[in-house]
């Protein structure tokens, strides 16, 4: 297995291809939810996308935006998704701590945002996040936006 972090421009159509498929299994076919999951936001420039890769598959992925792609100012965690198959390994904080770890390096001294689904929110405090919102609805989803003080954040 193999990490990697990339810019849209660096992606391989096949990793492109398992990474869009990854992420309508998760949350188009498993949650049920048609939504527009080609949203322009992977072609910025600055979009940072982790991928965890065993033998041409994709496990696990993120994306990184920039500040002002999704939230005012900050940089943005989103897209955070595990395949089914490799759930229940630790993947999720392994794959949010590189998140966290790749927005410091991109914009230092930002805070670091994210709309989380409120059945997550208990994950994401435990990495450091607190909620910054009652709860909405995204994608007909209950979502709580959530930001992780980097001045307090640890790694």
Known sequence: MEWDIVRFNDLDTYTLYALLQLRVDVFVVEQNCP???LDDKDLHPETRHILLKKAGKILAYARILPPDVSFAGAPGVGRVCVAQTARRLGLGEVLVAKAIATA???WP???IHISAQCYLQR???SMGFVS???PYLEDDIPHLKMILAVSH???
């Open 132 to 134: 910054a919102s009652e």
């Open 109 to 111: 001294g930002l805070d």
């Open 153 to 155: 954040a640890a790694g």
């Open 104 to 106: 410091k390096e991109g």
């Open 35 to 37: 939504y527009p999951e």
């Open 123 to 125: 994950f994401y405090e």
